[in-house]
């Protein structure tokens, strides 16, 4: 059987797919990282993760078996130092928002989140943290609501 290469990996690049891949797990830069990878080909900036992270390999994209590095979820995360913003995401989610994981994505410092997120949404990750905290999130929301009689 042939080695699989994972998009985003260690071992290739989320955009153009080349496997001639740059690599220092130490590297940090503008909040990126720790773990930077770069393509010299397209020049492309990204958070790396090994495959060996991935619950189902047959699966390219499986959440982790735990949260990254620097998850949002993580306690101290640079997302829930900013406390009001950290409150607006988990109300979205809790109104059924989804949470993806930013390890393997382009880096794009002039977007929204930072990440160049593929707009196929069967492309992302659902971020590992995330899952974790599902619990945690709609603890106390109760029963939905009964229909409204006829």
């Known amino acids: 059987m042939t080695e699989r ?14 496997r001639r891949v740059n690599v220092d797990m130490a590297l940090s830069f503008k909040g990126y990282g720790p773990g930077l990878a770069a393509c010299p080909n397209c020049r492309t900036l990204w958070e790396p993760f090994n495959p060996a992270d991935i619950w189902d390999r ?23 130092r900013d406390r009001e913003r950290w409150l607006e995401i988990i109300a ?7 949470f993806y994981c930013h390890k393997g994505v382009p880096i794009s410092t002039n977007s929204e989140h930072g990440f160049a997120y593929p707009s196929n949404r069967q492309k992302l990750r659902v971020c590992r943290g995330y899952l974790k905290a599902l619990p945690r999130i709609h603890k106390g929301l109760g029963a939905l609501p009964s229909p409204a009689a006829p």
Not at 5 to 18: H, T
């Open 5 to 18: 290469y994972l998009r985003g990996s260690i071992q290739q690049c989320p955009k153009c797919g080349s």
């Open 58 to 80: 047959t699966d390219p994209h499986c959440s982790f078996r735990e949260p990254c590095n620097n998850c949002a979820f993580r306690s101290g995360s640079d997302e829930q």
């Open 92 to 98: 979205g989610l809790k109104q059924g928002a989804s």
